[in-house]
Each structure stands twice: as C-alpha cells, then as structure tokens.
C-alpha cells in the first residue's frame, strides 16, 4: 500500500461516495463527529486480546457516545484483563466473536483490519478507524491515524474535546489508564511534554493518578508472576538482542491466561545494553506469537510488519509459525542484522 499518506488520513472521494454521512468536512476529526452526530446506534470495538489502551479507549468512546444521547455497544473478542475490570462501565464490554446490527457505524480503535478485531459480520458497516500505530491504514469509510498519538484514547480525547463534551471523572479516568498503559508508565517512546500536559488535565477532570497506578500495577495475579518465573529461565542475550520465551506447557503447568504474558518481553528489554528483545509465546497447535521490543534505532514495526503483523517502532508484534526453535531461528536471522546496524530505522514505514 502507498506508504505516503499523510499523518491524519481525510476520507477520499470514493469514501464519501461510499458513505455519504461524510459528505464535506475533510478534517477527520469533524468527519467522524459528523458520522457519530448523524447516526443512533453505534458499535465500538477495538482489537483482540484487549490492552488497557483497547478497553479505556472503547469506554471512553462509548460513554461519549452516550453523553451524546445516542446508544453504543461496546464488543470485544476476548474478555477484558483482570486489570481493567474495575474502570468505569468496564461490565458493559460484551465478549462476542460475531456482532449483529443494525448500527449506523462501527468504530474501531487501534485496528488496522478488520482482521484485527477477530470479530466477524463487521464487513456491513461504514467503518470508523482511529488508530495511532505506525501500522494503521486508512482501510475504513472514514480514517483518523495520528501516529504521534500516545494512545489511541489521546484520539479519543481530542475527539471529545472538538465535540465540546464534558470529560466526567469516568471518562477521564479511562483516558488516563490508556495513557498510562500504552506509554509503560510514562517511559515509553512517545512520551513528550503534551503527554503530561494530557495527564494533568485528565486528572483535574478526576482521575486519579495513584487509584489507577495501584489497580493497573498492583494487582498481578500469582499465575503471571509464576509464568513470569518460567520465562526468566528461558532468558538468553547475544550482543544487543535477548529472548525470552514460554512454552504452551508452561502456560498449562502455571495455570496462566493469555493476559499474563503481557509486559514480559520488557524484562528482556531492560537488560543494560540490550537494543531489542523478543517474546516467544507458544500456543496450541504450533503456532508462536512474538512481542518485539526496542529501545533503541531498530523499527520492530517494520520488522513484524514483515512477518504479518504491526504495532508501534518500539513495540510490536506477529504470529508465525512453529515449532517455537524455528520460529526463534527466523525471528534472531531477521533481527541480528537490525541490531547490527540499525538499518531497520532506515526502512521506517511510519514516514
Ligand atoms: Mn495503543
């Protein structure tokens, strides 16, 4: 696809032919206020296996939505991390693998596909796609992808601030956990001084900073630390690269969900010196699903993007094939080189 399109994509000619709800504004941000204030009914999903950016930044909207007096329903393929129950409205996530109309639009945030969603029967609505990943593409009815964004709830955000709309202590709270979250804690690339200036407001809108740290960070459940123990000792490091991986027995014997493989891959990252890291994850049926990490100039996106995935220049990711010793093959034959030389960066997709 043409790499060259502009940070905020503007719905084309044949978008607004396709949709007419998008018929003048060029500014994305009036195009899907436009679609939001012309309609009664929407959907609002993000990707599978939600982060605390997918589900803050779905409550967010969908309470938006509502303040609006129109109805949203909010619908994920997995369910919602231990972590993230508590937020404001969390219970009204609905866990589905197939959604059903009628909706005047399906609002997907940080999905670059339909794909990504792992929910079917979205093909038959205009499609809104908010995304910040340097792998979003302008695939929807109406695109808004800011790449510079430090989670998509930033989007969502700027969003309900064009609309004129009150940021209640529960939107602000969900806003500021997607803040939070997608940045690591404030450490992240990406981080810049607007970043703080986003949180302070959401904070003096009521969210509150330590409440959302202690629920976010300090609630682990014993089987991710228990997981967190058997990928340690599957810790390795050449140079500026470290793995780590967890076999699918590992998964079994710890009694772990999917959810707490999150964040290991950064123990590999912090290692002094170390440039890039991956986590291998071994599911049912051979397949592995890799987090890819970087701190310094290696474009991880890219390198997944290669491999069938996406995400962001320092944290992506993808699932290929097995077993687990051929995919760590492929995966240290593709990164090596990147480590090297830092020659990823050049082929940055993100422009
Ligand atoms: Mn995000």
């Not at 929807?140 to 601030?161: F, M, P, T």
């Given at each position: 696809m043409d790499q060259s399109h502009p940070i905020a994509e503007s719905p084309t000619a044949a978008d607004i032919a396709a949709n007419p709800a998008a018929n003048s504004p060029t500014n994305p941000i009036d195009a899907i206020l436009q679609v939001i204030r012309e309609g009664e009914r929407f959907l609002v999903c993000s990707h599978s296996r939600p982060d605390g950016d997918a589900v803050g930044s779905v409550l967010a909207m969908g309470m938006f939505i509502e303040h609006l007096g129109k109805r949203a329903d909010l619908v994920t393929a997995d369910r919602i991390p231990v972590v993230y129950r508590k937020l404001p409205g969390a219970d009204g996530i609905r866990t589905a693998l197939r959604v059903h109309g009628p909706y005047d639009a399906a609002i997907l945030l940080e999905c670059d596909s339909t794909e990504r969603t792992r929910l079917r029967g979205l093909e038959r609505f205009t499609i809104v796609n908010i995304d910040h990943h340097v792998s979003g593409r302008?695939?929807?009815?109406?695109?808004?992808?800011?790449?510079?964004?430090?989670?998509?709830?930033?989007?969502?955000?700027?969003?309900?601030?064009?609309?004129?709309?009150?940021?209640?202590?529960?939107?602000?709270?969900?806003?500021?956990?997607?803040?939070?979250?997608?940045?690591?804690?404030?450490?992240?690339?990406?981080?810049?001084?607007?970043?703080?200036?986003?949180?302070e407001e959401l904070a003096l809108a009521g969210a509150n900073p330590i409440q959302i740290?202690?629920?976010?960070?300090?609630?682990?459940?014993?089987?991710?630390?228990?997981?967190?123990?058997?990928?340690?000792?599957?810790?390795?490091?050449?140079?500026?690269?470290?793995?780590?991986?967890?076999?699918?027995?590992?998964?079994?014997?710890?009694?772990?969900?999917?959810?707490?493989?999150?964040?290991?891959?950064?123990?590999?990252?912090?290692?002094?010196?170390?440039?890039?890291?991956?986590?291998?994850?071994?599911?049912?049926?051979?397949?592995?699903?890799?987090?890819?990490r970087s701190k310094g100039n290696v474009n991880v996106a890219a390198i997944a993007e290669g491999l069938g995935g996406g995400g962001h220049e320092n944290a992506a990711g993808c699932t290929i094939d097995g077993p687990l010793g051929r995919a760590l093959d492929e995966i240290l034959a593709v990164l090596r080189p990147c480590v090297a030389s830092g020659v990823a960066k050049q082929d940055s997709r993100s422009g």
């Open positions: 302008p695939w929807g009815q109406v695109n808004w992808i800011d790449r510079e964004a430090a989670s998509v709830g930033e989007l969502v955000y700027r969003l309900i601030k064009a609309a004129g709309a009150n940021l209640t202590p529960e939107i602000a709270t969900c806003l500021y956990t997607t803040l939070l979250t997608d940045t690591g804690g404030f450490i992240y690339g990406g981080v810049r001084a607007s970043t703080f200036a986003l949180a740290s202690k629920d976010t960070y300090f609630r682990t459940p014993m089987s991710k630390l228990l997981l967190l123990g058997a990928a340690l000792n599957n810790l390795h490091r050449e140079g500026r690269l470290a793995w780590l991986w967890i076999t699918h027995n590992d998964m079994v014997r710890t009694c772990a969900a999917e959810e707490d493989c999150e964040g290991i891959v950064n123990y590999a990252l912090s290692i002094a010196d170390v440039e890039a890291a991956v986590f291998l994850h071994e599911l049912p049926e051979q397949r592995i699903r890799m987090s890819l």
